[in-house]
């Protein structure tokens, strides 16, 4: 299996840009997860899906942000417009719930800069 | 709600020593009890878990033991390598509840 892929790595925009991160989860999960990194707030959870349905929505900071999951394959998160406290590692998450086991899937990050 | 705290890091220690780092939390009922590892550039990855009270994890040359009674999952290993070296999380999930909680990570750096 490939495991959660991610695209783009690396991202670098202008203030003012929209940017779309993409996600696709490993084949057969049912969750998929989207969080942020910095050094100042650490790991923050900003949304998950279960079956493609947004289920927790309380961590996406405001709303320029925006998440949808149109298929079991795929998810976008956008930010728009961007601004450079968004400036982070983006990690997109999946797993399969209800084996009771809760293990999440992480992809190698977007690292989006803002200048 | 629930929450989980870990220690402050950096963590430095010397090859072949001795690793503890602290992991307490706080959950209504029965959560299942997570170590993750982020390695320099990579996402993170489950090293080990345990799903109730008195289980031990273990992976790798690490382990944790869930204990109830002190709410704590401290992971220890008995001899570190360099390659070790890395970001390790500690984190929860309640028994219905899809989300993890993380902590704060703790830095880990290991010289030879």
């Known amino acids: 299996d490939a495991g959660v892929i991610q695209s783009p790595r690396h991202e670098v925009t202008e203030m003012g840009q929209e940017v779309t991160l993409r996600c696709k989860p490993i084949s057969g999960h049912n969750s998929l997860f989207w969080y942020r990194q910095t050094m100042m707030r650490g790991l923050e959870l900003l949304i998950y899906?279960?079956?493609?349905?947004?289920?927790?929505d309380s961590g996406m900071p405001e709303d320029r942000f925006s998440a949808k999951m149109p298929n079991a394959s795929f998810s976008t998160l956008k930010i728009q417009p961007s601004e450079p406290r968004d400036s982070a590692v983006y990690f997109c998450a999946s797993s399969l719930v209800g084996t009771g086991l809760y293990e999440q899937y992480f992809g190698p990050g977007t690292r989006l800069t803002v200048t | 709600g629930d929450s989980v705290t870990q220690m402050e890091g950096p963590v430095t220690l010397s090859e072949e020593a001795f690793l503890t780092i602290n992991c307490t939390y706080t959950?209504?009922?029965?959560?299942?009890l997570f170590w993750y590892v982020q390695y320099p550039g990579e996402g993170l990855q489950l090293l080990l878990k345990?799903?109730?009270?008195?289980d031990k994890g273990s992976n790798k040359g690490f382990e944790a033991t869930y204990r109830k009674e002190t709410t704590s999952f401290h992971l220890e290993k008995g001899s570190v390598q360099v390659s070790d070296s890395a970001v390790y999380f500690c984190?929860?999930?309640?028994?219905?509840?899809?989300?993890?909680?993380f902590g704060t990570g703790t830095r880990l750096q290991v010289f030879p």
């Open positions: 984190a929860l999930s309640g028994r219905n509840d899809d989300k993890l909680i």
């Open positions: 899906f279960n079956n493609n349905v947004p289920i927790d």
């Open positions: 345990a799903t109730k009270a008195d």
């Open positions: 959950a209504t009922g029965y959560p299942s």
